[in-house]
């Protein structure tokens, strides 16, 4: 079946634009996560969607960062005011909310800001 | 601190040989551990979970040792489509299924 998708795969961006990362995760998959991998560095929490419940945006590094998910399926996390710093891969997994609860990656994104 | 450490590498090692990783964790408090690798410039892929009986499979064996807060990756008779990153991974106790991960630990099969 089909993997987790995101888009863009590659994005690159001036300092101080916003931009919008998209994550469709495994269909039936309730928890979608958001990470992000700087070179160099492990992947970072970000974010975490499960069913209806209100998000644990705990890992997120600044207000600057946001992300929604809607019909419980897609996720779009924005950047707004981007800075250098935040150039990375910005991973987005899902999975089961019980059972198995395997975190499926999808390909990333790569961010660039100028 | 961090809270999962995991020596870089790389490691080089010749194919058919026999390669381990280890990992340390600080939070005492995980329960759920996990090695992911991960090729270059793609995601990271589960590779298995770590039980406290140990487990293996196949070439791969994994072990916890709980009161070390220690995990350790065994690769028997390497080949060289091992050659990736792996990465220890450590579930975040609070909720949630969030993952702490190691910067990973580089390993090249050669022949």
């Known amino acids: 079946g089909a993997g987790v998708s995101q888009s863009p795969s590659n994005k690159v961006t001036e300092k101080g634009k916003d931009v919008e990362l998209r994550c469709d995760p495994i269909s039936g998959h309730t928890a979608l996560y958001w990470y992000r991998q700087s070179l160099g560095q492990g992947l970072e929490f970000l974010i975490y969607f499960q069913g209806n419940s209100a998000p644990d945006k705990s890992g997120l590094p600044s207000d600057r960062f946001s992300a929604e998910r809607t019909g419980g399926s897609v996720s779009t996390l924005t950047i707004q005011r981007t800075q250098q710093e935040d150039s990375a891969v910005y991973l987005c997994?899902?999975?089961?909310?019980?059972?198995?609860?395997?975190?499926?990656f999808g390909p990333g994104t790569r961010l660039t800001v100028l | 601190r961090k809270e999962v450490e995991q020596d870089p590498g790389p490691f080089n090692v010749p194919e058919g040989a026999t390669v381990a990783f280890n990992c340390t964790y600080s939070?005492?408090?995980?329960?759920?551990f996990f090695w992911y690798r991960q090729d270059c410039r793609k995601e990271p892929k589960l590779l298995m979970s770590v039980y406290s009986s140990g487990n293996e499979d196949g070439r791969f064996t994994a072990q916890l040792n709980r009161a070390s807060q220690y995990i350790s990756l065994l690769i028997r008779d390497s080949k060289l489509s091992d050659s990736a990153t792996y990465l220890c991974v450590v579930n975040r106790p609070g909720g949630g299924n969030k993952l702490t991960f190691g910067t990973g630990t580089q390993l090249k099969v050669e022949l």
């Open positions: 997994a899902s999975s089961l909310a019980g059972g198995d609860r395997t975190q499926y």
């Open positions: 939070n005492s408090a995980s329960q759920s």
